[in-house]
């Protein structure tokens, strides 16, 4: 069929009806008219333009050209005044006609401008098209000396917040005593307001605005009761109305807005609605989303196709920076599950009716949004609200396991802050940061500690460490999984089972256990790995990198000595320092000067940028020492040298000292050695960082062979049954000393430990190899640093001044 | 509209700086789509093209703040940092920079 469709009105509803009819249909004639002067174009990003002041040309939906490539004609800045379905014709203000077969009323919506006195002096804005964000940005940059935006609800706090960014003083004045009483409940409208203070918004509650007060411009407002607030620039936002006097003058019922069916058709035949101006089972949406799907159903409808729209769950994000704020469905709700933390401006809340859920409000926190709106919109079953908030925090530090590290500054650990709280008593994030001392660092883990301790105190209860908290899969499914299935690389597991899709947190772990499970023969992806891996420096605080190249058992040479010297002259490296861990770090270095540092270094990477076989640090022993028991620096060269490239949970620091005297600190080490009187005691589980624990003695043996053997054998235990960032002070006490023995120490089970490293350490290499060997030309280049770029690319790379294109 | 580089400049999953008109960005190339924001994390100006790309966010490397590609919201604590459209035309990657220069609160 060849029909010919006019759509009335170019706004997001026309346009999208107008994609989705010729989607369906490559043929059929459409004509798009638009009241407006400007093409189609995004309303919603109004209250962003308002802010930066960019050029409203920038929301167009779509280019010029696509009008003409998909021939639809376009007719710009004219209005149907009339029309007469019956024989297929309508009028334009400018008198022509146009014939269709099929009209779709997208008419959308009018601000509404309250009938009281004052309401059209010039001064006096609504916001809803590019013209009023214009006029409204120019009058606060304009020396306006007091704004007031009339209405309270999610458009008038964002005109505010835009008004605001301009430096221009903004007063709110609302007529309920708490904002957004559409999407919000009283506990979040109550958070709510304070943020927009700290944002320079003020507020006034249960202000009736009877008049703007003039006389040639708006002045001030008038408020029931006799108060009155002085403002020279006046925006109005109490509401919408439906725009149907076309609708009306055809004979199209209307109510509230025009009356549609299932199928998006009015009650005349050929004539449907789409849109702000459409009343669906009852409700008008003043949102974008539905508009899709009505767009969509109509377009259906047109082709002569069965489809229904059966309504939509309202949704809305309050588009203020500075402010995070997502609700969707009901405000409240029959139970409600509500993890808030006031202080820090947090309120999470699940309302469900009939254990399903019905509603969300995400304020402060918005992490896992995506997925409460999801289940909002789907009234999905649910059982334990407070359990589906906790595990929505995605990315949060909500759902890392108990053994990450939430504040590196003092070493403090999930399970630490947790604890503080269902042991400790704590009750509020200042009580657990002054107990625990999290925080009180840099304090760039404030808020992660405030969320934990919000979550906690809201009664969560103990979660399984899962590797992937997103899709609640623990390191041992996941392991099982790519080893039964064969999953070589990242992306693999996330097509098996999605995990890594989401929050990313989990993608360096794994990217790990591929490895691992594949022995190294995995295939390898960058993008899962943490910058460290992927450059094989370390990052620091200023985005440059610090190399440290290795130094077996803190053993080096005049002629390596020389080497790094020429090195740190030559790329002028700002630090060169003897680490703890006894060897050098050359610290301060260019990503792009990376390559060739290695090449002029000529030394192995010493992985100290990677959770993997970090130093075996080793005292002089037999070699000098007068009271050496054993040779150290043999063993800890040996034990470096057959670990070197293992990548491991955490990071594994080792120590061999060649007596009890332990200068090696090797019994403070995740693997250490200790000569004794005749042989060798083997520690593991040792630390000296954020926790200090002494390590527990494995075995004691009578050879240095021996010793090599039981330790290595552990590493491959850790390697193969630790969670991923959990070190082996952690590692040891969960899985217990005894098991650990039972079996590291087993002939069969260590067999095959050591014969699965062998394995895997066979398939590693020198990662600074990729000197020579990038994984990506521009592995360690950006895009406007060519002179480091292998392929020489030119400054061509290097944009013009903006605007301007080659 | 300003050519910023060709398709393969960029890794898969991963960001890459390039300065337009004198400013730094970051432009990613995600699963999702071709995205750039502002090269500094508005926290410490960490290097935001080092970051994790994941779910249309990127993870900051210093200090996992995560930002929203599209918007350049921050996703969870922390101010947002400026977005910017970007256009794929065949192999070549064009960025049109359009947010302001932040001013620090
Ligand atoms: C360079 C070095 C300090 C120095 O100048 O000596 C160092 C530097 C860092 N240490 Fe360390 N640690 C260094 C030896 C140690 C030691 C001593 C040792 O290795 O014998 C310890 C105590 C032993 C231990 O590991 O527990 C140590 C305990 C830590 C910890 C706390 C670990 C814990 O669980 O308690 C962290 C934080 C973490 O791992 O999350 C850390 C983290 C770091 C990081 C990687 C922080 C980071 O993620 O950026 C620092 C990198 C600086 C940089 O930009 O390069 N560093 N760090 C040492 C490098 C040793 C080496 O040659 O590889
Ligand atoms: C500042 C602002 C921020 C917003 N933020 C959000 C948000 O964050 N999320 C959200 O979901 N929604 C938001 N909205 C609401 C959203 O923009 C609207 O729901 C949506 O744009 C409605 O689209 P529409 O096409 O139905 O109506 P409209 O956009 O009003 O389009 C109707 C068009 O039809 C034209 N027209 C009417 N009658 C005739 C006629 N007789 N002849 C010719 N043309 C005619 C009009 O000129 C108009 O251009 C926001 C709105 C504003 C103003
Ligand atoms: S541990 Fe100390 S005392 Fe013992 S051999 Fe080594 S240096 Fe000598
Ligand atoms: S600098 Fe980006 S999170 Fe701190």
Redesign the interface.
């Known amino acids: 069929m060849s029909d010919c469709v006019v759509i009335v009105g170019g706004g997001i509803a026309g346009q999208a009806v107008c994609e989705a009819l010729r989607d369906r249909d490559p043929d059929v004639a459409i004509t798009l008219v638009c009241g407006e002067t400007s093409a189609p174009y995004d309303r919603v990003r109004l209250s962003e333009i308002l802010v930066?002041?960019?050029d409203p040309v920038?929301l167009q939906l779509r280019p010029a050209e696509w009008y003409a490539d998909n021939d639809v004609e376009l007719l710009l800045g004219r209005w149907v005044t009339a029309a007469d379905p019956q024989d297929g014709r309508l009028t334009l203000d400018d008198g022509s006609q146009l014939t269709f077969d099929k009209l779709v009323l997208a008419t959308g919506s009018q601000p509404l401008m309250p009938p009281i006195s004052g309401i059209d002096l010039p001064g006096v804005h609504p916001f809803r098209g590019p013209e009023d964000c214009e006029a409204i940005r120019a009058a606060a940059l304009g020396g306006a000396k007091r704004a007031a935006v009339i209405g309270g609800g999610l458009l008038g706090l964002e005109a505010a917040r835009g008004i605001a960014a301009q430096g221009c003083a903004v007063t709110v004045v609302h007529l309920l005593d708490r904002l957004m009483e559409r999407q919000l409940d009283a506990g979040a409208a109550a958070l709510l307001a304070p943020a927009l203070a700290g944002l320079d918004v003020e507020i006034e509650f249960e202000r009736n605005t009877t008049a703007i007060i003039g006389p040639e411009r708006a002045t001030g407002l008038h408020f029931k009761g006799g108060d009155r607030l002085l403002a020279d620039l006046v925006v109005v936002s109490v509401g919408i109305r439906p725009e149907l006097k076309l609708a009306r003058e055809i004979g199209v019922t209307c109510e509230r807005g025009i009356v549609v069916d299932d199928a998006m058709r009015t009650n005349l035949p050929g004539v449907l609605a789409v849109g702000e101006c459409a009343q669906h089972r009852g409700l008008v949406y003043g949102l974008v989303a539905p508009i899709h799907d009505q767009a969509r159903v109509a377009a259906a409808t047109l082709t002569c196709d069965e489809a229904a729209y059966l309504g939509s769950v309202p949704s809305a994000k309050l588009k203020v920076?500075?402010i995070?704020l997502v609700c969707a469905g009901e405000a409240t709700g029959e139970y409600e599950a509500v993890v808030t933390d006031a202080a820090a401006g947090i309120y999470r809340k699940l309302a469900t009716r009939n254990g399903r859920v019905v509603g969300a409000i995400l304020l402060g926190?918005?992490?896992g949004s995506e997925a409460l709106v999801a289940a909002v919109r789907a009234g999905e079953p649910i059982d334990d609200p407070l359990q589906a908030l906790a595990d929505a925090s995605?990315?949060?530090p909500a759902d890392l396991p108990h053994t990450a590290q939430i504040c590196d500054c003092n070493g403090v650990c999930k399970g630490d802050l947790i604890a503080a709280v269902t042991d400790g008593g704590c009750s509020t994030p200042r009580e657990v940061m002054a107990t625990t001392r999290a925080g009180t660092g840099?304090g760039?883990?404030r808020?992660a500690v405030k969320e934990i301790v919000a979550v906690a105190t809201g009664g969560l209860s103990d979660e399984p460490t899962y590797l992937c908290p997103c899709r609640k899969q623990t390191r041992e499914q996941l392991a099982g999984r790519i080893r039964d299935d064969g999953l070589r690389s990242v992306s693999d597991v996330a097509a098996a089972c999605g995990t890594?899709?989401?929050?990313?947190?989990c993608?360096?772990a794994l990217a790990y256990l591929v490895s691992e499970v594949n022995a190294n023969l995995h295939q390898e992806?960058?993008?899962?790995?943490?910058?460290n891996d992927?450059v094989h420096a370390n990052?620091q605080?200023?985005?440059t990198f610090s190399v440290v190249p290795r130094m077996y058992g803190g053993v080096t040479t005049p002629d390596e000595l020389r080497r790094i010297a020429d090195v740190a002259d030559k790329y002028e490296v700002p630090l060169v320092k003897v680490t703890g861990g006894q060897r050098l770090d050359l610290l301060g270095v260019r990503k792009q000067d990376l390559p060739d540092i290695w090449r002029d270094l000529g030394m192995a990477s010493g992985h100290a940028y990677a959770k993997a076989v970090r130093t075996v640090k080793t005292c002089v022993g037999t070699d000098f020492c007068r009271f050496g028991l054993g040779d150290a620096i043999g063993l800890g060269v040996e034990m470096e040298k057959l670990w070197e490239g293992l990548h491991t949970p955490h990071k594994v620091k080792s120590g061999v000292s060649g007596c009890p005297r332990n200068c090696a600190e090797a019994t403070v080490k995740d693997i250490g050695c200790v000569a004794v009187e005749g042989g060798w005691q083997v520690r593991a589980g040792g630390a000296a960082g954020g926790n200090v624990r002494e390590a527990d003695i494995l075995a004691t043996v009578d050879s240095r062979a021996e010793a090599l053997r039981v330790a290595t054998t552990f590493l491959q235990f850790y390697r193969e049954n630790a969670d991923y960032k959990e070190r082996t002070y952690d590692f040891i006490p969960r899985i217990g000393l005894e098991k650990v023995r039972e079996i590291v120490l087993g002939e069969e089970s260590g067999a095959a430990l050591r014969e699965r490293l062998r394995i895997a350490k066979a398939a590693t290499k020198d990662p600074w190899l990729e000197r020579d060997d990038p994984?990506?030309?521009?592995?360690f280049?950006?895009?406007?640093s060519p002179e480091s770029d292998p392929d020489g690319?030119q400054p061509a790379?290097?944009?013009?001044?903006?605007?301007?294109?080659? | 509209m300003t050519f910023a580089c060709h398709v393969d400049d960029v890794p898969l999953g991963e960001g890459r700086v390039v300065s337009i008109g004198g400013r730094r960005i970051a432009l990613f190339r995600a699963a999702g789509g071709w995205y750039a924001l502002d090269a500094a994390c508005p926290h410490m100006g960490g290097p935001l093209a080092d970051g994790i790309v994941c779910d249309r966010a990127v993870i900051c490397p210093l200090h996992d703040r995560r930002y929203d590609l599209e918007t350049g919201a921050a996703l969870g604590a922390g101010d947002p940092v400026a977005a910017h459209a970007v256009q794929l035309r065949g192999e070549r990657v064009f960025v049109e920079v359009t947010a302001p220069v932040p001013v620090a609160a």
């Open positions: 930066s002041g960019e920038t920076a500075g995070d926190n918005t992490r995605l990315a949060g840099c760039s883990c808020d890594g899709r989401q929050c990313g947190v993608k360096p992806e960058r993008d899962a790995r943490f910058i992927r990052i605080k200023d985005g994984y990506h030309p521009r592995q280049s950006d895009l406007d690319a790379l290097v944009g013009p001044p903006a605007g301007g294109e080659r």
